[in-house]
């Protein structure tokens, strides 16, 4: 493909959150390449499983695979050109013929508190509910606060907050990237320090896929690829690829680069936070991947394989 020649068409889901990631692409890649036009880079909304079924919790249906298997279905069909995504959503396994070669800069990784009943997690009542789907939040809400009720809380954020409004729960824990992304970081109670809040791996970055062997588009995507972000990723999902034997395990890291140097800071737990394992590494940041590995390879010695069971 030629840029200009026929549509370069972007796979993405239809969320609000997802069509704007898909649209910074799109607005990334015609500012980069000025023989693209407008009309000659489209937008393919595909539905995911992830999107169609919202009442039951992510780990009792196949956890995250099931917001990127329908787009990378499209992709080896050749029906897209490339796939944006949430890198926190992103299976350490890609697909066979399939790759990630671009990242764009990441945007702030830590999460929001949303409330109208109290300005912390730890003001909150005695027994308040709390919703949030992600097992890593809940079991870290759990390990700080085992008085409060966690309760199930899907859809996307315009759902949760409307569900936050209508008083069905006390709090609500957000990515502040995504907030920030809809132009509703007004709505954050507080923002959460990581040594409260260990994020999500990868929370925060949006990655670009695509056909391994599709050379031109490689060549599209390469002026837009964060390198730094890329490293920082690339040590989380190390980690992550070491422990991930179940989407039943909460598992929470972050990593930031400075002056050549990578900080990683890595956290799992049991759902009901009563057991936790946590380290950290400090290198070079071209030994991203080796520092994430070995951070992974620690945890799971420490914690022992009943740890990792499914259930």
């Known amino acids: 493909m030629s840029p200009g020649s026929v549509p370069l068409r972007i796979g993405t889901r239809g969320s609000a959150l997802a069509l704007w990631q898909a649209e910074e692409v799109r607005r990334r890649l015609l500012a980069a ?11 393919a909304v595909i539905r995911t499983t992830g999107d169609r079924i919202t009442s039951r919790p ?17 992709l080896l069909a050749g029906a897209i050109d490339l796939a944006v995504h949430s890198m926190k959503d992103m299976p350490t396994i890609l697909p066979q013929g399939l790759a990630v070669p671009c990242l764009l800069p990441r ?12 300005t912390a997690i730890s003001a ?12 890593r939040r809940a079991a870290q809400i759990r390990r700080r606060r085992p008085d409060l009720v966690v309760v199930p809380f899907r859809g996307n954020v315009d ?14 824990l957000l990515a502040l990237a995504g907030l920030r992304r809809l132009g509703l970081a007004d709505r954050v109670t507080a923002v959460l320090d990581p040594v409260e809040m260990l994020p999500a791996v990868a929370q925060g ?15 599209l ?15 989380e999902r190390a980690l992550l690829a070491v422990l991930d034997g179940s989407c039943h395990t909460p598992i929470a890291a972050l990593a930031t680069e400075a002056a050549g140097e990578l900080a990683l800071r890595a956290l799992i ?12 590494r400090r290198g070079a940041a071209r030994e991203a991947v080796a520092l994430g590995r070995d951070a992974g390879e620690e945890l799971r010695r420490r914690a022992g394989p009943h740890f990792f069971a499914d259930g």
């Not at 023989?35 to 489209?42: E, F, N, S």
């Not at 909150?124 to 509910?129: D, V, Y």
């Open 221 to 235: 995507l390469a002026p837009l690829h964060h390198e730094a972000t890329a490293r920082c990723v690339s040590a």
């Open 58 to 74: 992510l780990a009792e249906i196949g956890g995250k695979g099931l917001f990127t298997k329908e787009l990378e279905e499209a």
């Open 269 to 280: 737990l049991t759902p009901d936070g009563r057991e936790a394992h946590e380290t950290t």
């Open 33 to 43: 390449h000025p023989t693209l036009t407008a009309a000659g880079v489209v937008l």
């Open 107 to 118: 945007e702030d990784p830590r999460d929001a508190f949303l409330s109208a009943a109290a």
């Open 124 to 135: 909150l009542p005695q027994g308040a509910r709390v919703g949030t789907a992600s097992l």
């Open 159 to 172: 759902t949760r907050l409307r569900k936050l409004a209508a008083g069905e729960v006390a709090a609500t």
């Open 205 to 219: 970055a949006i990655g670009i896929e695509c056909r391994s062997a599709d050379a031109a588009t490689h060549a």
